[in-house]
């Protein structure tokens, strides 16, 4: 993770237990860092205009929001998947796959959007036509995120994980800030089909970011390869790796033969932290789905669309600025392990979400949904350094994946239920959230693990 300056980012190198050293340089963070960069940029822009181009198609918002529900349960379904075979095949390979399904869902998720502005295809068809390509990215952009986490975590020491693994999670962040501040410079028109600029011009910046990590990140030979002809034990007992820094792993995973437990979300290690991050991202999901419309609604845009992702654009722009203060500033500064950042994480939340509720202007909904921000902000790189530090180094990779397919989770029905409670009764939606923030903090109270005993160093 970055000190108080991220241009000094530089990856620590860990003394492996055996006598060698393993780390990520600086040139590699920085490519592993694109990666995230560009697709959360080209996420964050499409939402910054997807609530007027719902509005220009006069469609209900929640259908917008329900559009994302099948690619975000591919993403549940597939990342575990991807995880594991990034222990077979690389990490490399697993984040080309996942550039490579952004590309394509982002382009043809831009050319249906245009035809249907255009009326050549009906709003009804043109929603279909967006929920399938958009799917694309749930099932094949969910490689890159575990096999990437997978990357670092397996070369960082469990002190320094929550720190390094943070540094990752602000790539999000950063992306967070340019997608939205990019999105209403790239739309190219006042005409309803300008509103599609952001996908044309992030699937070139996806094209460019895959091209670089072909060329300068080093293909990585798999820890484990595969045993047997299955799935079920996708591991090989002997390591394909040279290094010997994982000789504690092997030694403890003997017992099953050498093969990494295969894991699910009740793994009983992960359990706690499964808990907290369902219910932590449903909360963050939900608010992230009735963003914009909120902006819309407060401002009076919903009769002027194309006007409306200037001021959304700056409200999630806020938000992701608050992200990076919490992944940039506040942990590495109050050192925060993984369940401090998660319990503050929330509490902060959900008074952001409260003044979010209340605010009638641009400045206050910026300034609530910022502090709600920062909160999750917190929260994100807590839930999964707590998920990464219970369980072994040479688990990583199923721990990754189950951290993906939760994260991913969330994002199924949360945002379209939460944009229907809000056209509903704003009351029950943001209480909902609220609601939610609680349950995490008393569940974490109570089941999280300390920090003193996630982060002290152990033989794995």
Known sequence: MAESDPSTVQAPVQASPSGGERGISRGRMILLFIVMLVTAAGNTAMQSVMPSIGTALDVADWWISLAYTWSALLWVICAPIWARRSDKRGRKAMMALGLVGFIVSMGLCGLVL????????????????????????????????????????????????????????????????????????????????????????????????????????????????????????????????????????????????????????????????????????????MILGIAGFLVLDRLGLRETPAEGAGPVGIVLMSGAVATLLAQWGVIPRFDLGPRAATLSGVALAALGVVLFAVADDLHAIALGYAIASLGFGLFRPGFNAGASLAVKRSEQGEASGVVASVTGAAFVFAPALGVWLYGFSELLAFGMVIALCAAVLLHGWRSLQLDSETTRERRF
């Open 114 to 285: 245009w035809f249907g502005l255009g009326g050549i295809l009906t709003a009804m068809w043109t929603l279909i036509l967006f929920a399938i390509f958009r799917a694309l990215y749930g099932g094949f952009g969910s490689a890159a995120p575990p096999a990437v986490q997978a990357y670092v975590a397996s070369r960082t020491s469990r002190a320094e994980r929550t720190q390094s693994l943070s540094l990752i999670a602000s790539s999000f962040g950063l992306g967070t800030v340019i997608g939205p501040a990019l999105a209403p410079l790239l739309v190219f028109s006042s005409a309803p089909e300008g509103l599609v600029g952001p996908f044309l011009a992030f699937t070139g910046f996806g094209v460019a970011a895959l091209v670089i990590l072909r060329l300068r990140l080093p293909n990585d030979e798999p820890k484990f390869e595969a045993k047997g002809t299955t799935y079920d034990a996708p591991f090989g007992s002997g390591s394909a790796s040279s290094h010997d820094d994982d000789d504690e792993d092997e030694e403890d995973d003997a017992a099953n033969g050498g093969v990494p437990a295969k894991m699910g979300w009740w793994e009983p290690r992960l359990r706690p932290w499964v808990m907290a991050g369902l219910l932590g991202g449903h909360a963050h999901a």
